[in-house]
């Protein structure tokens, strides 16, 4: 059985915007969030999210990841893009009469299908 401890996680400052403070995650858990005022309050609430988060799944009697196992990938993530690559990105998909979601995802489809050595 593995232990809180095993499960890696990410912590980072939440802007002022955000209500400031660190904000933790654990990436085998895609929806298990918690933040502090502090890195040592945000550890702490933490603990207690996965601790919650196990034992609900254990409830409803559902698989529990296993650390690094990098869990179930909802196939969502959020990028930080500069406020100027933003606007370009939207003045392009507006341009191209789509969503930015769909500019961006048609932009990392090129990336990834480009083969090896071609710019």
Do not use: W
Not at 41 to 47: K, N, P, Q, V, W
Not at 93 to 118: C, D, H, M, P
């Amino acid at each position: 059985m593995s232990k809180l401890s095993d499960y890696p996680f990410e912590i980072r400052p939440l802007t002022e915007e955000e209500g400031g403070g660190f904000l933790i995650s654990f990436p085998d858990f895609a929806e298990c969030i918690s933040d502090g005022e502090t890195v040592e309050e945000a550890l702490a609430s933490g603990r207690e999210a996965l601790k919650a988060t196990i034992a609900a799944l254990k409830s409803k009697k559902l698989a529990v990841p296993a650390p690094n196992s990098g869990g179930v990938a909802s196939g969502k993530f959020v990028a930080r893009v500069p406020k100027t690559v933003h606007a370009q990105l939207a003045t392009r998909a507006k341009a191209e009469g789509v969503s930015l979601n769909a500019l961006v995802l048609t932009f990392i489809a090129q990336g990834l299908g480009r083969k090896e050595g071609r710019a």
